[in-house]
């Protein structure tokens, strides 16, 4: 029990001694103490505060973006349903609300809804003829190689644009790096389908069958597969 006692006491005493020196250090380094904690509560506000606005900016940003597409969406002409509650005289007039809507989303930059204006926009651009513009819009969107939609949609339109076009050699060379894996903005089995059209579209029937068949043994559960059985009887 005595044994007990003095291991015990051996242990109270170290952390009497620990305590000791802390206080000690704190009375001789209160200065470098302070600035360190206020350092450490400045960080944390500014985190707070960061996340905050940013949790508010993408709030916003949601709802400015809703209204835009609410105008994209919205009828045209003496056809519009009686009860519409948001409707146009005309396609010009469409075009410009949305335009200006599309412009108050990409006010809130960094976010991911301001990258899907500027795809909007960009097919905005395309309908009014302006295919140089559209593509510029959309590469820029594209450049990013981030995960979100906004990119991939991006990405999706570009190419589809090149092709239509005539831009088709580009795409394909583009196409080829995804549909290998390599770039990750589209996924592998969307690039490798997408890829058999600009082959089919460029006059290269033999290697759009090869890119349908790998598609069609590889990804048995793509959303593609079954258009790319249909590609691959209407080809063969």
Known sequence: MGRRLTRKQIKKDE???LMDRAVH???ENWRQAAIGLGGALAVGLLWWAFTMI????????TRALDE????LEAPVGAGAPAEAKLKFASESERQEAAAKALAKVR????TPQARMARVLQARLAAE?????GAMRELAAVASHRAGDPAVRVATLDLLRLRVATGQVQAAIGDLEAMAAGKDKRLPQDM???ELASAYER???VPQALEILRKLVENFPDSPYRVEAQRKLSSLS
Do not use: C, H, N, P
Request: glycine share 12%.
């Open 15 to 17: 952390f009497i001694t």
């Open 25 to 27: 250090w704190l009375t």
């Open 54 to 61: 940013l949790g508010s900016r993408t709030a916003a940003a």
């Open 68 to 71: 835009a597409v609410q105008i």
């Open 107 to 110: 006010r809130y930059w960094f």
């Open 128 to 132: 009014k003829g302006d295919g140089e």
């Open 191 to 193: 690039a490798m389908f």
């Open 202 to 204: 460029a006059g290269k």
